[in-house]
């Protein structure tokens, strides 16, 4: 009789194990862990809230690892947040900076296995967040607390209730299955006023890659490959075509060393992402169910065999092989591929290319509501598909950018946040906006609103974008991509803020593939440009008659008093201990100190509530 109960006991043990194991409650759900998923888990960790990751692979950090794409790009001299955190660990890793400026492109260029434990060991070091791999969502369903979603975690079904789901999947896999509206493809200018864009909207995205590290085994190896089915030496005859896109000269430069050499990374490794004959390639998967996708992935995977099989036999880098301590696959290609673009939500505020080249000029003020800058040119890859249409993008130029925090929230889905590359941009933007420390910082804002909204009890699109911004500052995040203030001057904060009021603007630069935008901290301000800037916020200084000379605090007291008869005006000169005429960080810093016109609430079309 014992032995009958024991074994109905297994029997239902063994029941409940193969149909689900207990309900889980978080208050945040990440689903992914990539580039964005792995920044949104810290911040939302460091803010106090309770926090799950379910990701597929085994690997954080998506395109920066699993995918191979491990050499930076942009944002070299805005070490933003978890972006500078990051490299901070890398550069400790390797031994500096020039440690990892290995390449010719890229500042930061790292081994992919390393960029993996380092964010796990960034992960482990917070107290709020848990990481389940080998785990894919597969039903999400609303609920009035929020959200209920069922995970597949090898094998076994567990119901995960969260307050906050947040999307970092590598396609935005979960905007249709919530009902949110989004976009695959190029728009159309009729629909985002840009130029550039064509006249009809289509459904064409850019070339996926599928990444290989190769590696240097000696002088004497022979790593070369077996032949390829299909591979054709016609396919890759202009790779070692290395002329500067952005460059108006269209002479073809054939340098195949300098070729391998762009993504070299430390310790004899070299990334294998080349766009021009090389192994980008044209697939459109972003609405195929998981078994086509990786049917057709398989394609992509055989075109990076052919490049290789090509560098090794007729280019003579045979002994280049495919790295064998990197990614623990059968075929040693990462995890996945590198998705350039995906699905792009309909958010409450979206980047368009007007609010990017000129942000001043415009009728809504998004560039106050910025919580994510970037620096890296609008960059397409568009080789592969003949039918694309004939757009020069990196001829479009733009300044250094912020995005606006709304384009992070769904318009009419609550609870719900977007990151990675789903965000609420234009397709042209997009291509900006791809980059890895966007994508980064794109993380950490979703980690903050997801938190705020937790700890507030309210949906995303219902919290104050000053309380979000002033919680990204206090994470060394910026607000505006100021490139001559930095997180270590005594008066970037200052400076953010009071850029983020619009108060003190920045001036915009195209250059080269690191644009820029300039607050000129040590230039003088003239008493009209001040007095223009503070109109916006202070309509009692309508009628202030304003010189065009360089300000001196005697006039700028004035105003404060002006503004806050409380505020005394000999007070302020007495507590002033600077030159006679102020600088702009110094303007700066005195306006948020006596005024504080970043208190003022916004909504997240950034205009004045």
Not at 10 to 19: N, S
Not at 459 to 488: G, M
Request: hydrophobic content about 40%.
């Amino acid at each position: 009789m014992k032995i009958y109960l024991v074994f109905i006991s297994l029997f239902f043990t063994c029941l409940i194990h193969a149909e689900g194991a207990s309900p889980v409650r978080v208050d945040v759900l990440i689903v992914g862990g990539g580039a964005s998923g792995t920044t949104a888990a810290i911040q939302a960790s460091r803010l106090g809230v309770k926090t799950l990751v379910i990701e597929e692979t085994q690997w954080l950090g998506g395109m920066l690892t699993a995918a191979g794409v491990s050499a930076i790009d942009g944002n070299h001299q805005m070490p933003a947040g978890l972006w500078g955190e990051f490299r901070s660990h890398l550069y400790k890793y390797y031994g500096g900076p020039a440690a990892v400026e290995t390449g010719w492109v890229s500042n930061t260029l790292f081994e992919p296995s390393v960029g993996n434990k380092i964010l796990k060991s960034m992960i482990a070091a917070e107290k709020n967040v848990e990481v389940w791999y080998s785990a894919q969502w597969k039903k999400i369903t609303k609920t009035a607390q929020g959200w209920e979603v069922e995970v597949d975690k090898k094998g076994k079904k567990i119901q995960v209730s969260a307050r906050v789901v947040i999307d970092a999947t590598e396609l935005g896999d979960l905007l249709p299955a919530v009902g949110a509206s989004y976009k695959i493809g190029m728009d159309s200018r009729q629909d985002t006023k840009e130029e550039y864009a064509p006249e009809k909207a289509n459904d064409i995205i850019q070339d996926l890659t599928y990444v290989a590290v190769l590696k240097d085994y000696g002088p004497g190896a022979d790593k070369t490959i077996r032949k390829p089915k299909g591979y054709d030496p016609k396919v890759f005859e202009h790779a070692c075509d290395v002329a500067d896109p952005a460059s108006h000269d269209n002479t073809p430069k054939i340098d195949c060393s300098q070729m391998i050499t762009y993504g070299k990374l430390p310790n004899g490794k070299y990334m294998i992402n080349w766009p021009k004959d090389g192994n980008d390639i044209y697939l459109n998967i972003i609405e195929k169910s998981p078994e086509e996708r990786k049917k057709a992935l398989q394609e992509a995977k055989d075109h990076t065999l052919r490049f290789i099989y090509h560098l090794q036999t007729v280019l003579g880098f045979k002994h280049l092989g495919l790295a064998d301590d990197e990614f623990d696959t059968a075929d040693k290609l990462p995890f996945i591929p590198y998705h350039r673009e995906s699905r792009r939500v309909a958010g409450i505020a979206a980047l368009t290319l007007p609010y990017v080249q000129k942000p001043y000029e415009q009728e809504i003020p998004l560039y106050r509501t910025g919580g994510i800058v970037g620096d890296y040119t609008i960059d397409h890859h568009h080789l592969k598909n003949p039918e694309a249409p004939k757009i020069d993008f990196v001829k479009i130029k733009v300044p250094s950018y912020n995005v606006p925090l709304g384009a992070l929230i769904p318009a009419g889905v609550d609870n719900f946040i977007v990151a990675e590359k789903s965000i609420s941009v234009s397709n042209i933007v997009a291509g900006a906006t791809r980059l890895q420390p966007v994508v980064l910082g794109i993380g950490q804002a979703a980690g903050a609103l997801a938190a705020l909204a937790v700890k507030e009890d309210r949906s995303p699109q219902n919290l104050e974008v000053r309380t979000v911004q002033q919680t990204l500052l206090d994470h060394d995040a910026y607000l505006l991509p100021f490139i001559d203030v930095k997180p270590q001057d005594s008066y970037f904060e200052a400076v953010q803020r009071i850029g983020a009021t619009g108060i003190l603007k920045g001036k915009g630069i195209a250059y080269k593939w690191a644009n820029q935008t300039w607050f000129y901290p040590e230039h003088r301000i003239s008493e009209y440009d001040l007095t223009e800037g503070l109109r916006t916020y202070y309509p009692q200084l309508r009628d202030v008659q304003a010189s065009g000379k360089d300000l001196e605090i005697d006039f700028l007291a004035t105003l404060i008093q002006r503004v806050d008869p409380k505020k005394e005006k000999e007070e302020i000169i007495k507590a002033y201990k600077g030159n006679r005429y102020l600088t702009r960080a110094e303007v700066a810093v005195l306006i948020d100190q006596y005024l504080n016109p970043f208190v003022q609430n916004i909504d997240f079309q950034g205009r004045l509530k």
